[in-house]
T-cell receptor
């Protein structure tokens, strides 16, 4: 079935470091792809999304580009802040839209 | 506007008891999802409702789990004869229509002792 695989954590970075969290997808069709973020003690929030190949989603300094040729949707940020400490989930939607499938989450800790 | 609302936010129950978790989706959203997030794990799909269609129950882990959605709005997830392995955060989400962005509630943290 459709799925996403994201890099395992935890990831610890110093403030202002460059962040990459890898995500690859397996799908029979052309899913929309998403990154969700879960800050400590809060629910999941949509961070960004892309609905077709070569689309770039961006929000709060984060970016991810839908790469059909590599079936990837890697999350990047040029300079992380302490406030970016959270768990990040890659996700896709199935062809039928019946369910969204999520990666296992990557915990990010940014230290001052 | 109001987001997805879930209750209770925390529930501690004894093994063998039944529990009900409630989800009130965003007004006008036709699709409603239940997921489970165990400690240190990803999100596990449980069940999906879309309008008046038959729900997709393919993710329910056992027949102790069931869910209803009344009037196309509020949903209740019921776990009968709870087991310790049922301890998790149960997340509800809704979306305007199938395949669009989904919006999550803050979850119901269930602890079975």
């Amino acid at each position: 079935g459709d799925s996403v695989t994201q890099m395992e954590g935890p990831v610890t970075l110093s403030e202002e470091a460059f962040l990459t969290i890898n995500c690859t997808y397996t799908a029979t069709g052309y899913p929309s792809l998403f990154w969700y973020v879960q800050y400590p003690g809060e629910g999941l929030q949509l961070l960004l999304k892309a609905t077709k190949a070569d689309d770039k989603g961006s929000n709060k300094g984060f970016e991810a580009t839908y790469r059909k040729e590599t079936t990837s949707f890697h999350l990047e940020k040029g300079s992380v802040q302490v406030s970016d400490s959270a768990v990040y989930f890659c996700a896709g939607d199935s062809n039928t839209g019946n369910q969204f499938y999520f990666g296992t989450g990557t915990s990010l800790t940014v230290i001052p | 506007g109001a987001g997805v609302s879930q209750s209770p936010s925390n529930k501690v129950t004894e093994k063998g008891k039944d529990v009900e978790l409630r989800c009130d989706p965003i007004s006008g959203h036709t699709a409603l999802y239940w997921y489970r997030q165990s400690l240190g794990q990803g999100l596990e799909f449980l069940i999906y409702f879309q309008g008046n269609s038959a729900p997709d129950k393919s993710g329910l882990p056992s027949d102790r789990f069931s869910a209803e959605r009344t009037g196309g709005s509020v949903s209740t997830l019921t776990i009968q004869r709870t087991q310790q392995e049922d301890s998790a955060v149960y997340l509800c989400a809704s979306s305007p229509f199938s395949g669009n962005t989904i919006y999550f509630g803050e979850g119901s943290w269930l602890t079975v002792v």
